[in-house]
């Protein structure tokens, strides 16, 4: 059936029925992107087990985190 078809019916149907069809068409929505949603959290993974973990071990300017956001905040943000 295609959409136009559907919508044709729904529009035939009393008031009362057009609002259970829109109610069945927010539970149908809710669940399927639920489950949609409850697989995408299981499929990722974890920070650490990320390829961008220790991408910048070797940078001797990023050993100190904190110091190097404060000098750049510095160079950019100051008077």
Do not use: C, H, N
């Amino acid at each position: 059936m295609s959409e136009k078809e559907l919508i044709k019916k729904i529009k035939k149907l009393p008031s009362e029925a057009q609002q259970e069809a829109a109610d069945f068409v927010e539970f149908l929505t809710k669940k399927y992107l639920q489950q949609s949603e409850e697989t995408d959290l299981s499929e990722k993974k974890s920070i650490l087990e990320s390829s961008f973990r220790g991408m910048w071990k070797d940078r001797e300017d990023m050993q100190d985190s904190t110091k190097w956001v404060r000098e750049l905040r510095k160079s950019r943000f100051s008077d």
